[in-house]
C-alpha cells in the first residue's frame, strides 16, 4: 500500500462540477487501496479577487495583512472538496496550513517552509481519511499566516512528500506532462516519460510552465519521485526522478523558450579590473535579475558588455546602465527588447561533444541570426530576434528529432 | 483612557468602500486617546455566497467543513479593515478566532466560547495597535475551527469585552439604536438612550432583531455595557446596562411584535392529572419550541389547551397534536397560523399595576379581540389575528405615550 501526495492546481478545482470530478477521481484512488495526501489551490480566478479586494483598500499591499487575506482562497477549496468526499461516503478532513502547523520563515507573501507537523495526518491516514491540506500557505514561530507566494502550492506537496517519506508526489494539472518543447508551437512535440531534477529545473527557469521551480528543487534535494499528469485526461503524465538506468537514453530531453526577455549592451567601455562590477553592479541595485551575461574584446583597450534582463525590467534597467556609462566614459549604451530566448536541455549531452554545433547550424540553415550565446552542463542557450522564435523551435526540434522516442533517433549513439 | 470594543456587522462592511469609512471612524477614535478592539462579520452576502457553494458540493451539509468554509468569510474582512487601516497611517493587526485562541467547545455550526486568550491583544493594545478580531469563530480543543452559528460575531465582541473588562462594548449595526417599536410601524417611534439586559432579551426574543439574543445574555452575565448605534449616522446609540439610577423612570420601554407565531388548540381533553404532559410532549418530542401556553376550564370534566409554535413548525406540530388527540379522545384539534404577538415590555411594570387593563381596553377600544394573553415580570404578551398587528402596536405606542420621553408622559407617576 502506497502513500501518495497528490496536488490539484486552481483550474482543477474552478468549479463545483470540478472539485466533484475531482472527489470522484480521488474517491476511486483510494479504492485501489493507496493512502492519500491532497493538497489543493485556491479555485482559479479567486486569488486575483482577493488581490483586488486588497488592491482597492490599500494599492500595492504587501506583508501580513495581504497573507492573512488571500489564505482565505485555499481555505475555501479544502472545505468544498472533504464535503464533497464525504458526500460520496469517502472520509475526508481538511487542514489549513496553521493547522497541520506547517511552520515557515517569516518572510510574509513569499515564505520558506521549515518543517511540517505529521502527527495529525499520520493519524487521519491510519483512520482511514483522506488529508486535505491548503497549499500556498503556513505559520510562522509566532503564529502569523504566511503564504509561499504564487504556485506555492506545489511546494506544499512535495513538502508533505518529503516529510511524510510519501512513494510519490503527483502534480495535477491541465497538460498531460512535460513535453519535449510547447505544442502550441511545434505540433509534433512528444511527452516525456521521464526526465531528471537538473533537467526540469532548466526547463521550468528557461520559461516552461508545468511545475514552480522551488518545489522541483524541494524534490530533487529531498529525492521526492514528482509526477505531473493532467486533471482532466487519464495518463501516465512525466515522472521526474533522479538520473537512473530507466532514463531515456537521449541527448537532448526539451527545448525551453522565453519571450521576457530584453537584452542591454553597454560599448567602449575601458578594459580595466572592477569594471565588469561597477556594469552589472548598476544595474543589480536595482533589484533586477541579470540573466546571460556576454563580454566581448572591443577595439583599442576597450570591451563591450552585453546582458540580458526580465522585459519588465527594461526600462529601470536601461536608466542605471546610462547613469553607469557616463561614470565609465563609455562609448555608447543600447538596448532591444525584440529578442527571445531559445534552449536546448538534456543531461545526456553533458557526456557528447557537437551538439553546439549542430544546434547553431540548425539555426544557420534557416538563416536565423545568432545574438548571445550561454552554456552550462546540461543546457546551451541562444539568444535570436523574437520574430524567429517559432522558427528556431521547430527547427531544433526537428533537428534533434525530438519528435521520436530516443531508440529510435538516427544519431542517439551510445557513448 | 478607556478601552473599548467596537463591532461592525456584515452591512457596515459590505462594500470595499464602506470598509474604508470604517477605517476612518477607527482611526478617528484611536486619535481621541481610546484603545480598540474591533470586531468584524463577513461583509453582507460573503456567507450566503459560501453556503451556496457549499450546498452545491453537498446539500444540507452541517459539521466540521462547513466550519472551516464559513469562517473564511471574516479572515477576508479582518484583512481588508487590517490594511485600510494601516494605510491610513493607522498600526492595526488582524486575528483569526484560531490566532487569538477564543476556545469553544466541539459542537461545530454553533460552538459557544469558553474563554480567550489576552496575550496577543494586550500586547498589540500597548504598542498603540488597533486590534481586529475575525467575529462569529473560534477554535476547539483540538484545534478545529468552529462558528458561532449566526448574528455570532455580537457574541465575540461582548465575550472580548468581558475578557479584556472592556469599558464598553459598542455593536455598529444599520439603525441607530432601539426604538421604542419597529419605526417602520409607527412612524413616532422613539429611541431609547437606555434599556436593561433584562428588556433588552424581552424585546429581542419577541421579534425585535437589533441584537443577537445570546451576546445580551452574555453582557448581561458579566456585566459589559453594550451600546447599539449607527455605523452610517452619528449618534449616542442605546445603552444596554444593569439596572440603575440613570435608567428612564418609565413604566414601559418598548413594545415588540412577531409575525411568526401559529396557534393550536385541542380541546375536549379529560381532565386528568398527566394529561399536560402527554399534549405539549407530542409536540416538543418533534423538536419543536412551545411559546404560549394557554389551559382553559372546559365542560363536564374536560379542559381545551391552547398554545403556540413557530409558524415553520405549524404544520409538524399539527400533525403531532392530532395522533395525540386520537390517544387521548379529544373532541377537536385545530390550527390558525394567521395570528400575531404584541408584547409591552419594561422592568417598571414590575411595581405597577394596572397595565394589563390599559392594554387591553387600549385594544378593546379599536375593536381588536384578544386570543390568548401571557404574562411574566416585565413582560404582557398578547396573541391577535395577524391583520390588526400594525394597528394594535399604534394604538399601544399611543396609549402608553412612548413616543414622549417618560418624564412628560402623563401618567407616569413615581412609585
Known amino acids: 500500500m502506497a502513500l501518495i501526495v497528490q496536488k490539484y492546481g486552481g483550474t482543477s478545482v474552478g468549479t463545483v ?7 470522484h477521481k480521488i474517491d476511486a484512488f483510494r479504492d485501489k487501496g493507496d493512502d492519500l495526501v491532497v493538497v489543493v489551490s485556491a479555485m482559479s480566478g479567486e486569488t486575483n479577487r482577493l488581490l483586488e479586494l486588497a488592491e482597492a483598500v490599500h494599492p500595492h499591499v504587501r506583508g501580513r495583512e495581504l497573507d492573512v487575506l488571500l489564505s482565505t482562497g485555499e481555505q475555501v477549496t479544502i472545505a468544498l472538496l472533504s464535503m464533497a468526499l464525504n458526500r460520496l461516503g469517502c472520509p475526508a478532513r481538511s487542514y489549513t496550513g496553521s493547522q497541520v502547523h506547517i511552520l515557515t520563515d517569516n518572510v510574509f507573501n513569499k515564505a520558506r517552509i521549515r518543517t511540517i507537523e505529521q502527527e495529525k495526518i499520520r493519524a487521519d491516514i491510519e483512520r482511514g481519511c483522506v488529508v486535505v491540506v491548503a497549499g500556498f ?49 511545434v505540433g509534433e512535440a512528444r511527452r516525456l516519460d521521464r526526465i531528471t531534477f537538473e533537467e526540469m529545473l532548466e526547463m521550468a527557469s ?46 537532448i530531453s526539451g527545448i525551453a523558450f ?3 526577455e530584453a537584452q542591454l549592451t553597454i560599448t567602449g567601455v575601458p578594459d580595466h579590473p572592477g569594471v565588469a562590477y561597477r556594469i552589472i553592479g548598476a544595474v543589480s541595485d536595482l ?23 526580465h522585459r519588465n525590467d527594461y526600462e529601470r ?5 546610462q547613469t553607469a556609462a557616463t561614470e565609465l566614459n563609455a562609448r555608447e549604451v543600447r538596448g532591444d527588447t525584440k529578442i527571445a530566448k531559445v534552449s536546448l536541455v538534456g543531461v545526456g549531452m553533458r557526456s557528447h561533444a557537437g551538439i553546439a554545433s549542430k544546434m547553431f547550424g540548425a539555426l544557420g540553415k534557416e538563416g536565423i541570426n545568432i545574438l548571445m550565446i550561454s552554456t552550462s ?17 521547430r527547427a531544433l526540434h526537428d533537428a534533434f528529432e525530438l519528435a521520436r522516442h530516443p531508440k529510435d533517433r538516427v544519431d542517439t549513439a551510445n557513448p
Chains 1, 2 share one sequence.
Open 137 to 185: 500557505q503556513g505559520v510562522d514561530e509566532q503564529g502569523n499566516i504566511t503564504t509561499l507566494g504564487r504556485g506555492g502550492s506545489d511546494t506544499t506537496a512535495v513538502a508533505l512528500a518529503a516529510a511524510l517519506k510519501a512513494d510519490e508526489c503527483q502534480i495535477y494539472t491541465d497538460v498531460e506532462g512535460v513535453y519535449t518543447t510547447d505544442p502550441r508551437v
Open 206 to 251: 528557461l520559461g516552461s510552465k508545468v511545475l514552480q521551480i522551488r518545489s522541483v528543487e524541494f524534490a530533487g534535494k529531498y529525492n521526492v519521485p514528482l509526477r505531473v499528469l493532467s486533471s482532466f485526461v487519464e495518463g501516465p503524465g512525466t515522472l521526474i526522478t533522479l538520473e537512473d538506468e530507466h532514463m531515456e537514453d537521449a541527448l
Open 287 to 309: 533589484n533586477v535579475e541579470v540573466d546571460m551575461i556576454v563580454q566581448n574584446v572591443g577595439a583599442d583597450d576597450t570591451t563591450d558588455f552585453t546582458f540580458t534582463v
Open 317 to 321: 534597467s536601461l536608466a542605471g546602465l
Open 377 to 393: 552542463e546540461i543546457k546551451i542557450s541562444v539568444i535570436i530576434q523574437e520574430k524567429y522564435l517559432e522558427l528556431a523551435v
Open 17 to 23: 462540477d470540478r472539485i466533484e470530478k475531482i472527489a
Open 258 to 260: 522565453s519571450r521576457d
